[in-house]
């Protein structure tokens, strides 16, 4: 099946600054890949997404790249704000299961 | 007002005993996913439903059952077979297959006491 492995699982970054996020798959049948933010107490909320045919998405402050060769993926975030502070997760789907990474914490430094 | 909805949001359970966590969609999704999520480990696959009447098992589901027979419903019951059920659940669904958006309920956590 498919094993999403994600680091690092803390980070911490001075506002303003730029954090990234970097994930990797096993299954080449998955073809859509994810990544949700979950705020303390809060559920999981899709931030971006991206598809097995595109290599790069961006949306204002956030991007994803994906290498399907490599297998990997990664999260970047541009001019980091204290509301970026959350746990961010990568997953992998598109066989059926939506398989998850273990999780991010990412802190933004005032 | 549509979405996911989880009940209860708290649940304690003494030991030995079964207990059933709700989750309904109104958002005409098709499939349906249960997580546990556990400090450290990301949010792990239980069971998943894409049709009425149909689930498939997922990376952790000894200990718990669920059922679908109807598609707004989705509910995940915790034997006492689970040997550490204390954790946080969530439950998700997905308007097709797992390569779109997946709707996420508030989540319930259980406590054994």
């Known amino acids: 099946g498919e094993n999403v492995e994600q680091h690092p699982s803390t980070l911490s970054v001075q506002e303003g600054d730029s954090a990234v996020i970097k994930c990797t798959y096993s299954d080449s049948a998955s073809n859509y890949f994810p990544w949700y933010k979950q705020e303390l107490g809060k559920r999981p909320q899709l931030i971006i997404d991206i598809r097995s045919n595109v290599g790069e998405k961006k949306d204002q402050r956030i991007a994803v790249t994906l290498n399907k060769t490599a297998k990997h993926f990664s999260l970047h975030i541009t001019e980091t704000q204290p509301e970026d502070s959350a746990v961010y997760f990568c997953a992998a789907g598109g066989n059926e299961k939506l398989t998850f990474g273990t999780g991010t914490r990412l802190t933004i430094i005032p | 007002d549509g979405g996911i909805t989880q009940s209860p949001k708290y649940l304690f359970r003494k030991e030995g005993q079964n207990v059933t966590l709700s989750c309904e969609q109104n958002?005409?999704?098709?499939?349906m996913y249960w997580y546990r999520q556990d400090p450290g480990q990301g949010l792990r696959l239980i069971y998943y439903s894409q049709i009425v009447n149909d689930f498939q098992k997922g990376d952790i589901a000894e200990g718990y059952s669920v059922s679908r027979e109807k598609k707004e419903s989705f509910p995940l019951t915790v034997t006492s077979a689970q040997k550490n059920p204390t954790a946080f659940y969530l439950c998700a669904s997905i308007a097709g297959t797992s390569n779109t958006e997946a709707f996420f309920g508030q989540g319930t956590r259980l406590t054994v006491v």
């Open positions: 958002l005409n999704h098709d499939a």
